[in-house]
């Protein structure tokens, strides 16, 4: 089962891998067109998805604590990873002229926080099988976005390291969490808790926001 386990994970992947155009903001950073005050705005949805997609992650780890114990352990690293990240993404804004002040008086943008309010319904609803080859399948393209960004980051606008640790803690790749995924994915199958159609909807679903979220920043 556990090489089902990666196939269905590599296979829902590659089905939804995003094509060029769903992030319509990665070249203009890239190139370093896009202008600070994007990157501002950037910095303060972000902060809104990582502290919401922590509930939710800690919301799963519970609800799946008794019957998916593999997979109440995927959510438990998911949760662990977003407060890592929240620390070096308060960096990152502090580099981008964001203060306190402008964090707290920031108005949330629909587009951007799409994604967000979805992994909350998973929270609710979602079987945590298909919650973690869903969440899994849409990391790939989320990682390979941060990668692009730390590097721009550097040579384009000349931010330290320290400013950039956000977008390389997503880059950098991580054996345990692909390793809990797997077992995740296995633990759900061999007990009829998983569900295939509904995982590649849930995929398809959190691919659609995270273009949305790209797409509203990139029409600032």
């Known amino acids: 089962m556990t090489r089902t386990a990666g196939h269905l994970l590599d296979t829902l992947t590659a089905k939804l891998a995003p094509d060029p155009d769903d992030n319509p903001l990665l070249p203009l950073i890239a190139a370093g067109t896009a202008d600070r005050a994007t990157l501002a705005v950037l910095a303060?949805?972000?902060?809104?998805?990582?502290?919401?997609?922590?509930?939710?992650?800690?919301?799963?780890?519970q609800r799946a604590a008794t019957e998916a114990p593999a997979s109440a352990a995927f959510f438990r690293l998911l949760a662990?990873?977003?407060?890592?990240?929240?620390?070096?993404l308060t960096v990152f804004a502090r580099a981008c002229g964001v203060d306190e002040e402008r964090a707290a008086a920031h108005e949330p943008l629909p587009g951007c926080q799409a994604y967000p309010s979805y992994v909350a319904r998973l929270a609710l609803e979602a079987a945590p099988a298909d919650a973690v080859?869903?969440?899994?399948?849409?990391?790939a393209s989320w990682g390979g976005y941060c990668a692009t960004i730390?590097?721009?980051?550097?040579?384009?606008?000349?931010?330290?390291?320290?400013?950039?640790?956000?977008f390389d803690f997503?880059?950098?790749?991580?054996?345990?969490?692909?390793?809990?995924?797997?077992?995740?994915?296995?633990?759900?199958?061999?007990?009829?808790?998983?569900?295939?159609?509904?995982?590649?909807?849930?995929?398809r679903l959190l691919q659609s926001y995270e273009s949305m979220f790209w797409s509203t920043l990139a029409r600032l």
């Open 44 to 61: 303060l949805e972000q902060h809104l998805v990582i502290a919401s997609d922590q509930r939710s992650f800690a919301r799963l780890a």
């Open 80 to 88: 662990d990873g977003e407060a890592v990240a929240a620390g070096h």
């Open 133 to 139: 080859l869903a969440l899994t399948a849409n990391f």
């Open 150 to 166: 730390a590097r721009a980051l550097r040579h384009h606008y000349d931010f330290t390291d320290e400013a950039c640790a956000f």
């Open 170 to 203: 997503f880059a950098e790749p991580s054996p345990d969490l692909d390793k809990s995924a797997r077992t995740a994915v296995e633990e759900g199958g061999e007990a009829g808790r998983l569900d295939e159609r509904l995982a590649q909807r849930h995929g």
